[in-house]
């Protein structure tokens, strides 16, 4: 066998990560405030695109291509070369994607096939000034609680969220929406108010400075007091309140001056914008069948038509070759984006479907009965990949009766149930044991081994470290201390 160089010819089939299957990718991730903004970009330097609203459309069907030059999206003219394929090999996107993968080369500027790369800023640097405040509050949730129904409460509280970083809402009313008890509402309230910047989340100011000197561990008597009579301070009456806190005037000068150095609205000025209301991408109630009926938001869903028409009487009237590549190039990236806003909207709608119907007992009972839920259980209803599924489910929020919730708070653990029967939920079992022990006898508290019967007994497999673990996690002290508690109680009554 002789040993030498040579020349083989080889053919073989390879995904590329083109520029337009990025943008595709960061469409579906992004919420619709931030596809708006991009589009308004694409509306300002693309002159075959238009802005699809109640105007446009009560003057130009969609049906007359001729009226206005509107006309629905039409394969771009080199269609032929982009091939379809099932999705990337890492599992990015699926195949209702990948009619932006290009088999062939890359995009080039003046080729027909789609963006310059140079053009190509987009959403990949509109967020380029780091997460705002409430997108930092958000991750900090998701690090702070482990319980799913406290995320879900939590989350919750942060759509609701004020600009000054205030959240006036009556617990009672909220705890009632959620169907959970008011106690535990306000307990995550209370929580919130200790991430950074601490003092979000209070109902008033007294409670956002109290937040705030807690800290920084100076919330003293004296302190508190002061803040419980913030409306004599208003007035400068200042005999009053020395004789309120039991202070002189030297130190009533120096608690003043103290406060005067804390921040009253802790959520204005964090970002480079003031902190907006989170506006739902989906909306949700109640049908007349007893279903529930889903919508994407109008006022926030981003849509755009091409100018067939006019796109066609240019090329028609236009002989120069550089001038007919660029009308083509624009044309292709328009219906690009026309089509790729169209899928997204279709991905969005069949994932938050495919949520409240395996969700439905928590919008109809409460939080008790959020069920288990996985990315691969919504991956495999609608056929699609984990991944493009939490890509869906990112910055994505949705209206419904319990509230504007985060769609990622509809995953939960899952446990299984005995002798093969249906898994439970995390959470709920959390709220089972919570409430096993709420109503647990004084004179026959209940201990860990037998919460496990209980819970065994309901057809929940559960070991007694997991038990020890939520009860710990729901700060439940244990039968011994409960027991001591409670025969304390009775003897002092």
């Not at 003046?110 to 053009?119: E, I, K």
């Not at 920084?216 to 004789?243: F, H």
């Not at 909207?345 to 069949?350: D, G, L, P, S």
């Not at 409670?486 to 002092?492: L, Y």
């Amino acid at each position: 066998m002789s040993l030498g160089p040579r020349l083989d010819l080889r053919q073989s089939q390879s995904l590329v990560m083109t520029p337009q299957l990025r943008q595709a990718i960061a469409l579906l991730q992004a919420s619709n405030l931030d596809v708006a903004a991009f589009v308004e970009q694409e509306l300002e330097r693309n002159p075959l695109l238009e802005r699809s609203d109640a105007e446009t459309i009560a003057t130009a069907p969609r049906d007359d291509p001729a009226a206005d030059g509107l006309a629905e999206p039409a394969p771009p003219p080199d269609a032929a070369d982009i091939a379809k394929s099932d999705h990337l090999a890492d599992g990015a996107l699926d195949a209702d994607w990948s009619n932006v993968v290009d088999t062939g080369e890359a995009f080039r500027s003046g080729s027909g096939g789609g963006f310059d790369t140079d053009d190509l800023d987009g959403l990949d640097n509109m967020g380029a000034p780091g997460p705002s405040l409430r997108e930092n509050l958000a991750q900090q949730i998701r690090l702070t609680f482990d319980d799913p129904q406290e995320q879900l409460i939590a989350g919750a509280m942060l759509a609701m969220l004020e600009p000054s970083g205030r959240l006036t809402v009556d617990v009672t009313a909220m705890a009632a929406r959620l169907g959970c008890a008011p106690a535990r509402v306000e307990a995550v309230r209370r929580r919130l108010q200790r991430l950074d910047p601490p003092g979000m989340f209070a109902a008033n100011l007294s409670e956002c400075l109290a937040a705030q000197l807690a800290e920084q561990n100076r919330l003293d008597p004296a302190m508190q007091a002061l803040l419980d009579n913030l409306e004599l301070l208003a007035r400068r009456d200042l005999a009053s309140l020395r004789t309120r806190c039991g202070v002189d005037a030297e130190d009533l000068a120096e608690m003043i001056t103290e406060l005067k150095r804390l921040d009253p609205k802790p959520g204005a000025g964090m970002d480079s914008a003031p902190a907006t209301v989170i506006q739902p991408d989906v909306l949700m109630r109640a049908g007349p069948d007893g279903g529930w009926i889903l919508e994407l938001n109008p006022e926030t869903l981003p849509r755009v038509l091409v100018r067939q028409g006019f796109a066609a009487r240019a090329l028609v009237a236009t002989r120069d070759k550089d001038s007919r590549a660029f009308i083509q190039e624009k044309l292709a990236t328009a219906n690009w984006l026309a089509r790729s806003l169209e899928q997204r909207a279709n991905t969005i709608m069949k994932v938050s479907a495919a949520i409240v119907g395996r969700q439905d007992g928590f919008f109809r009972h409460g939080v008790e009965f959020l069920k288990p839920l996985t990315l691969r259980d919504i991956a495999t209803e609608v056929e699609m990949h984990e991944s493009t599924i939490s890509r869906c489910t990112s910055n994505k929020y949705i209206a419904t009766p319990r509230g504007t919730l985060e769609l990622k708070f509809f995953f939960t653990q899952a446990i299984s149930g005995t002798a093969g029967g249906e898994s439970v939920s995390a959470a709920a079992v959390r709220a089972r044991i919570k409430s096993l022990i709420e109503h647990e006898n004084p004179s026959a508290i209940l201990s860990d081994d037998q919460i496990v019967t209980v819970l065994r007994q309901e057809g929940v497999d559960i070991a007694r470290r997991t038990v020890a673990k939520y009860r710990d996690a729901l700060s439940i002290p244990s039968s011994t201390v409960r027991k001591r508690d409670k025969e304390g109680k009775a003897a002092s009554a």
